[in-house]
């Protein structure tokens, strides 16, 4: 089981907005450690989406947006595109582990 | 600009070590707040941090794995080293190196384009 729970999967039509959550605990999210996102096409490397629970790197749409509240964080897409269509992990630090968690991955499919 | 790229063998057998190195430019592992990681993702399944090392030669494992594992770095030839002991098939799996930043928060902002290492007699 990963340290971070994310959903399996999510929908949605184009056009639409859709939300992914990230839940941790008291020793990643919870005490306060940023929360960065990554968009993964099938047979491709992970790219990163947001840092720091709300930035984006340089290149990806505004379309893309982070949140953190608590123990939790979400990545939310609005307009969504076909090209869209991925997996999608977050990853924290945490302490216990005394390095990087991630998500158990969500897998996003645009009807 | 800042490339990875993964290389080692394809296929080990159960109870081999595996030895897989990253190389890299772009950056300089001498330089504070730097680091590069490696990641692992079975076919199908989520990925998961195996090892950083640190520009200070610091080097941290995740704890499952930690007895498997050794992390080292080769500053002068922009390479770092990952070695897994007594391989098993459940270790089957795409295994990444990527670009670490620690400056007050810690995420991968570069990976490579991953290798797949089949684990099998």
């Known amino acids: 089981q990963s340290v971070l729970t994310q959903p399996p999967s999510v929908s949605g039509a184009p056009g639409q907005r859709v939300t992914i959550s990230c839940t941790g605990s008291?020793?990643?999210?919870?005490?306060?450690?940023?929360v960065h996102w990554y968009q993964q096409v099938p047979g491709t490397a992970p790219k990163l989406l947001i840092y720091?629970?709300?930035n984006r790197p340089s290149g990806v749409p505004d379309r893309f947006s982070g949140s953190k509240s608590g123990t939790s964080a979400s990545l939310a897409i609005t307009g969504l595109q076909a090209e869209d269509e991925a997996d999608y992990y977050c990853?924290?630090?945490?302490?216990?582990?005394?390095?990087?968690?991630f998500g158990g991955g969500t897998k996003l499919t645009v009807l | 600009q800042i490339t990875l790229k993964e290389s080692g063998p394809t296929l080990v057998k159960p109870t081999q070590t595996l030895t897989l190195t990253c190389t890299f430019s772009?950056?300089?592992?001498?330089?504070?707040?730097?680091?590069v990681g490696w990641i692992r993702q079975p076919p199908g399944k989520a990925l998961e941090w195996l090892a950083l090392?640190?520009?200070?030669?610091?080097?941290r494992y995740n704890p499952s794995l930690r007895s498997r594992l050794s992390i080292t770095k080769d500053t002068s030839k922009n390479q770092v080293l990952l070695t897994m002991t007594n391989m098993d098939p459940v270790d089957t799996a795409t295994y990444y190196c990527?670009?670490?930043?620690?400056?007050?928060?810690?995420?991968?902002?570069?990976w490579g384009q991953g290798t797949l290492v089949t684990v099998s007699s």
């Open positions: 008291s020793s990643n999210i919870g005490t306060g450690y940023d």
């Open positions: 990853q924290s630090y945490d302490s216990k582990m005394g390095g990087s968690v």
């Open positions: 990527a670009h670490y930043v620690l400056q007050g928060t810690y995420y991968f902002d570069y």
């Open positions: 720091a629970d709300s």
């Open positions: 090392i640190y520009w200070n030669d610091d080097k």
């Open positions: 772009g950056f300089s592992l001498s330089t504070s707040g730097v680091g």
